[in-house]
């Protein structure tokens, strides 16, 4: 392990955009000093990133969302983090402000898309987890997109993860019947067990069509969809009348160096006069505090739990990155990059 | 040619499911007694079968939106024809009757599927055009499903067709630019100077992707689908921030043999929050007659035109059947089986 200075700021850089799984070559760890508040500027000591698959997307050289992240620009990310130094008017030494503050242990930031939070009603993680973007996902994807009625028969993939795991608890608080998908036995018992899915589908170990006709005999209401490929397939084709696919993520498909796999049964949606529809969070920034608000209660009445899964070190930014795609890790990944030096 | 007795009905009965493309081993020719009216039904002579992509679905053995036609059964088609006979409080003879008669030259109804139409306003073969399913399939896709707004961009496949042209039209009417696609020079001339469209990409000749770059250069805020596949992919490629994709139809892909081809490039709809929803016209029957009214009252001020292809014999329906899927033909395809003898 090399010894970096302690007076340094270390940031995690982009060096070349990947084709497939990033690797060693995709990002480089690089020190700079760390810097001062200019007037109207804090200073943020970063605690938490949130690592998101999202992330695979804002590295590709195409139009999106977002424009990409720049070659020798910090890699994107959400964090979280404490004000060392305030030359802004609205923010005071020891606050702590969650917002897009990218991969580096320190921040000069006029504040713009940082927001204070309330660390004594909730631990400091929860605010890139279930009370920050991957909770806003599955609030607004689940209540706005999905438009999830009581009695509905709801089935979500990623459901062990941080976006699907807020989005089943919140279908069970509407009265659906709800199911998830997701990989490995261990995974399946937390999703039962613990956020209380009425059932839930190995996707490693069974077909996820013949789970979805035993847990769903009637259908599937809504699809919230985090991974695309041969589960929204399957998905698609049980697909009740009227019923709606939410278009969250593709997780299987962002390594992709062959064209994505479309759905080959996307005609369900002419034939059951369906709707599948894309979400972005950003769209619904108006509304954060107020989605907020209503889950913090839910945390608070032990309605919506969550959990993180954080690993240390600004120096192992990669291997956990990898975490996202290769199944190991539940709910919300974060990386503990505070500068303990 | 083979001469009939004059007093027999001639049907189309299906005899086989196709694997692709239907061939002779699909249909054939059965001959019945022409039936007389019982208590509360009438017998019509029909004039008009409509000819149209969606039976290719119809003789497939799976779940869909309507039950497959049975071997052996009379094949499943709209119809216009005259009451010649009745002993129906409601219709009397001479009355001409749109309605699901199927293709047989002569049909005894208790009249459920059947409605008088008024031919002093408008020819009878209007009534299976664009004052019929197809017509209302168009009316009820761009407005209701796409949802178009004065100054929007259109994009609409199969732009000749019997739905494309009615639907691009509407969209015209409603202050939208709307670029068409469709297959060959004269169709294309057809759809911008018949028509009006503001342009028509000939997908035989030229690069779809390009023609869309040229025509929409802001990109596209709503497909109307009547095609699927390829083109599918390109408009998805070019699907501006909250745009609208109808799901009407996907001619590219109902002769298949091998699996559909699923969109590719769905993941647009994540990025651009954009909606792709399924359509059946069925759904609108209660609102077929406030449709009717508007479209009829578009057509008398000629800002609504339609054209049908109309070939002759019921012993014809193979090779017309075929005209569908094979280009050619324009507007809407009819085959006029009425019987002569």
Not at 21 to 27: G, I, K, N, R
Not at 129 to 158: C, H, N, Q, R
Not at 205 to 231: L, M
Request: net charge neutral; proline share 5%; with cysteine.
């Amino acid at each position: 392990m090399v010894a970096y200075p302690c007076n340094m700021n270390k940031q995690i850089i982009l060096k070349q955009r990947p084709a497939g799984l990033p690797d060693a070559s995709t990002w480089s760890l690089r020190e700079q000093p760390i810097p001062t508040a200019a007037e109207g500027q804090v200073i943020i000591k970063t605690h938490y990133v949130s690592l998101d698959p999202a992330m695979r997307g804002w590295i590709r050289d195409q139009k999106s969302y977002i424009p990409p992240v720049e070659i020798d620009a910090v890699m994107r990310a959400g964090t979280i983090g404490t004000v060392i130094e305030s030359r802004h008017p609205k923010f005071a030494v020891g606050d702590v402000l969650s917002g897009w503050g990218g991969v580096q242990q320190y921040i000069a930031t006029d504040g713009e898309g940082h927001f204070k939070v309330d660390t004594n009603l909730v631990p400091m993680t929860k605010y890139l987890g279930a009370l920050g973007m991957p909770g806003m996902t599955a609030y607004f994807g689940i209540l706005d997109v999905g438009k999830i009625k009581e009695g509905e028969t709801v089935l979500i993939s990623g459901a062990a993860g941080a976006v699907g795991s807020v989005a089943g608890q919140i279908a069970k608080i509407k009265g659906c019947t709800v199911i998830g998908i997701a990989g490995g036995p261990e995974k399946c018992a937390y999703v039962v067990d613990q956020l209380g899915f009425d059932g839930c589908i190995d996707y490693k170990n069974t077909s996820v069509s013949k789970g979805i006709k035993e847990y769903c005999p009637k259908g599937i209401d809504v699809y919230f969809d985090n991974v695309g490929g041969e589960i929204l397939d399957a998905a698609l084709a049980k697909l009740r009348m009227y019923g709606r696919v939410v278009l969250c993520g593709a997780i299987s498909q962002y390594n992709n160096t062959e064209p994505i796999q479309g759905p080959t049964n996307y005609l369900s949606l002419l034939v059951n006069r369906g709707v599948m529809q894309g979400l972005i969070v950003f769209d619904y920034a108006k509304r954060y505090r107020e989605a907020g608000l209503e889950m913090g209660q839910w945390m608070m009445e032990g309605k919506l739990k969550s959990e993180e899964t954080i690993k240390e070190g600004i120096e192992n930014f990669l291997p956990t990155f990898k975490k996202l795609f290769n199944g190991q890790k539940k709910g919300k990944l974060l990386l503990d990059i505070l500068d303990k030096s």
